[in-house]
């Protein structure tokens, strides 16, 4: 390789890696630091540098990867190599073949989002590691603060099996309630559990203080019975709570002798209705569950390891060996709402549009965005079993998605805001035959026609490189000369066919349509949802779900297609 070569295929590693824009110091930088015996010629390098990282920058992202291609086709199989070495988990402790139970257990009172999918596909992920069994758990025991609601056992279900989950079981915990029943009747027997009928406010105190509640003691005719009367109604919401003894001296009060089922009036449950009005708490619908299903390894949030101090008093009092924990920090995205009662409560007041509102953090949002599942399992498995709370940025994200998508979203043309150009000087038809993909040539081209006496359309982001006097290269069409900026428009005159000239003179591409279809795409934005109006190309075949890449904007998820406009999701860059 020559020197020019040298920088060109710096520049151009520098360019790719960073969205299509070289840093001119980070290049020097590198052709000096791995060329030491160019360093005597440094000033002679450094204009050469900065005139072939503009000259690269002029580039698309996709002129940049065919040029270092074409240079140094190494660069890609290193990459892919790279790509291939993936992060795998770490070995499960105490973890035998054939042997790991999972279960993963939302609440199916809102739509399942990224912050509770690192429990899930850990879950998941290990159980098919080691050839055991996933169980999908679901936690519907408060029809009160946490309500379920019909539809979201069916989307949790749905999306699990989008990011590729084999469920082996489904449990219900509603329709479990006399298998708690049974279990709490147990202890009381054992003298391990009572019934408290002790304001909530006044048992607050005693707990507080370590001091036994009055009923704690009583004997266990006086508790069954007790218990008889909470489950034939004779107590009201609020007055009777069953209590598992534990240690009143716990340093932390919440474990303290703590509640285990209480009484719900009206309770209206989607899926029981009115039949039962004893309803467990987590920790001890959990703790028998886990038991009952014979699960083996459980991954929760750092937040819940209180959870685990309170479940081993119903496991040491019946002997059960408990499963082993395996805890993680939370996870967040930022600039992604997680927050189901924030998520709940936009949506009633209009500001998103639903569950899968493209700014949300749900999983059925993501799909919407053109987010893989794969992206998406990679992520997590990642970011592992750190025991910290994780904030990733979307950049990680659309880095791994984009990664995927790349080879499968095929290349369109969208003008956002477009400007009518008007061309003189060519004055025959000419006919564009552009590759859907340019590295897959067997999908065919798409065909865009210039007429002449008819305008191309071309984008107010590119405004900036209308002056008169300057020219520009209309992609995959011809170079022209700018002739005059108006309201009205743009003025132009055609130069030259051959892409050639354009980049000896580093002239800038940019896209353009004839008669193109009405477009929107929306794009997220922190809290709010930016609509860009276009025009798409005018025979892009596009169909709803489809990913595709809209050149020089970024990659969407067709949402809609209508006869008088498609409508698609920003997905990134």
């Known amino acids: 390789m020559n020197v020019e070569e040298l920088i060109m295929k710096y520049a151009l590693i520098n360019a790719i890696s960073h969205k299509g824009k070289a840093n001119p110091k980070a290049v020097i930088g590198k052709v000096l630091g791995e060329n030491p015996e160019l360093r005597p010629k440094a000033k002679e390098i450094i204009p050469l540098v900065n005139q072939i990282v503009e000259q690269v920058n002029g580039m698309s992202i996709e002129e940049q990867e065919a040029k270092l291609k074409e240079i140094y086709p190494e660069f890609f199989e290193a990459k892919k190599e790279k790509k291939e070495e993936k992060k795998g988990l770490p070995p499960l402790p105490k973890a035998e073949k054939g042997k790991v139970v999972t279960r993963f257990a939302p609440n199916p009172d809102g739509a399942f989002h990224l912050g509770n999918a690192r429990a899930a596909i850990l879950s998941h992920e290990y159980a098919r590691l080691y050839g055991g069994k996933f169980i999908l758990r679901f936690d519907d025991t408060d029809p009160k603060v946490k309500r379920p609601e019909p539809k979201f056992y069916d989307w949790i279900i749905e ?24 279990y709490a ?23 507080d203080k370590g001091i036994a509640c009055p009923h704690r003691e009583e004997p266990v005719e006086v508790q069954l019975e007790r218990w008889r009367k909470m489950l034939n ?6 007055e009777a709570v069953v209590r598992i003894k534990t240690d009143l001296k716990h340093p ?10 209480r009484i719900i009036d009206n309770p209206n449950h989607p899926r029981t209705g009115d039949k039962y009005r004893v309803w467990p708490l987590y920790n001890f619908a959990s703790a028998i569950d886990d038991h009952e299903l014979g699960v083996t390894h459980i991954f929760r949030g750092q937040e819940h390891a209180e959870n685990e101090t309170r479940q081993r008093y119903v496991y040491d009092y019946f002997g059960w060996e408990y499963p082993v924990t395996v805890h993680h920090g939370r996870l967040s995205i930022e600039g992604v709402i997680l927050s189901k009662s924030k998520t709940r409560k936009g949506i009633e007041e209009g500001k998103y549009l ?12 993501l799909k919407r965005r053109g987010i893989r599942p794969e992206a998406i399992r990679e992520l997590i498995i990642e970011v592992g079993l750190k025991r910290s709370d994780t904030t990733i940025s979307w950049d990680n994200l659309a880095a791994i998605n984009r990664r995927i998508i790349e080879p499968i979203a095929n290349r369109y043309f ?26 897959h040539p067997d999908r065919g081209v798409r065909k865009l026609k210039f007429k002449p006496g008819r305008p191309v359309y071309v984008s107010k982001d590119d405004m900036g490189l209308f002056k008169p006097g300057s020219f520009v290269r209309l992609k995959d069409l011809f170079n022209v000369e700018i002739l005059e900026v108006s309201e009205e428009g743009i003025k132009a005159r055609f130069h030259s066919v051959d892409y050639e000239i354009a980049r000896e003179n580093r002239w800038r591409m940019v896209h353009w349509v004839t008669e193109g279809r009405a477009c929107e795409v929306l794009i997220p934005q922190g809290d709010e949802l930016i609509v860009r109006k276009g025009l798409l190309e005018s025979d892009a075949n596009v169909k709803v779900d489809d990913v595709v890449q809209f050149e020089r904007f970024g990659f969407v998820r067709i949402d809609d297609v209508m006869p008088e406009k498609v409508v698609a999701i920003f997905a990134h860059k």
């Open 252 to 261: 932390n009060p919440a474990v303290r002798d703590w509640p285990a089922l």
């Open 185 to 207: 009747e147990e202890l009381i027997k054992m003298g391990k559990a009572y019934v408290c009928t002790c304001p909530p406010e006044k048992f607050r105190e005693l707990r």
């Open 414 to 439: 969208f003008v956002a805001d477009p400007i009518p150009m008007y061309i003189e000087g060519y004055d025959e038809e000419f006919v564009a035959e552009i590759p859907l993909h340019p590295d």
């Open 354 to 365: 639903g569950w899968d509102d493209p700014r949300l953090g749900t999983i059925r949002a």
């Open 159 to 182: 999306d699990l099996k989008w990011l590729g989950f084999q469920i082996d079981e489904i449990h219900i915990a509603s329709d479990r309630l006399e298998i708690y029943y049974k």
């Open 233 to 238: 109604g004779e107590y009201k919401e609020g």
